[in-house]
T-cell receptor
């Protein structure tokens, strides 16, 4: 039962353009969402998070949008840079529980020069 | 402030041996989580601990796996009598509070031969 889904295994974007990564979830108890970036042979690096009381959170080039009714969130990166090439994971947790994160399968983002 | 430390980074064990993975959380973080990533998959929650307490072990296999976070020293994930299917990357994360972002270590790559 995949509660968090990233339906695009890969995405290729031109440098300087906007990268949009999508994530869907099924568990209505989830109320805290995070995006992580991962390079090979390294641990995930926290990027940005959003609580369900908000629908948008911004940090520099990264913006996360949350649509609770659609159970959908997205990460926008603008402008995209070559160093953004990595695997991106979205994760969700239910604050009533133990804060364990449920991860999607990841989307490999490639930024082309 | 040093990040989450994990050692060893790589561990090779023969079937039937024991594997001990260590995790030192970030300074000031009292919440520790262990996740496992199988090849080509997302991270899967295993266990959540606070000092001297297991809070949630719902993701731990029922047999051969155990975890602890003693009052002094690192958190330990122990796998007894390893099998080939235990080969994976094991990541530890720590957090200063819940809910909150979790910061990951570089992982331990376990190979069972």
């Amino acid at each position: 039962d995949q509660q968090v889904k990233q339906n695009s295994p890969s995405l290729s974007v031109q440098e300087g353009r906007i990268s949009i990564l999508n994530c869907d979830y099924t568990n209505s108890m989830f109320d805290y969402f995070l995006w992580y970036k991962k390079y090979p042979a390294e641990g995930p690096t926290f990027l940005i998070s959003i609580s369900s009381i908000k629908d948008k959170n911004e940090d520099g080039r990264f913006t996360v949008f949350l649509n609770k009714s659609a159970k959908h969130l997205s990460l926008h990166i603008v402008p995209s840079q070559p160093g953004d090439s990595a695997v991106y994971f979205c994760a969700a947790s239910a604050t009533g529980g133990a804060q364990k994160l449920v991860f999607g399968q990841g989307t490999r983002l490639t930024i082309n020069p | 402030n040093a990040g989450v430390m994990q050692n060893p980074r790589h561990l090779v064990r023969r079937r039937g041996q024991e594997a001990r993975l260590r995790c030192s959380p970030m300074k000031g973080h009292s919440h520790v989580y262990w996740y496992r990533q199988l090849p080509e998959e997302g991270l899967k929650f295993m266990v959540y601990l606070q000092k001297e307490n297991i809070i949630d072990e719902s993701g731990m296999p029922k047999e051969r796996f155990s975890a602890e976070f003693p009052k002094e020293g690192p958190s330990i994930l122990r796998i007894q009598q390893v099998v080939r299917g235990d080969s994976a990357a094991y990541f530890c994360a720590s957090s200063p509070r819940t809910p909150g972002e979790q910061y990951f270590g570089p992982g331990t790559r376990l190979t069972v031969t």
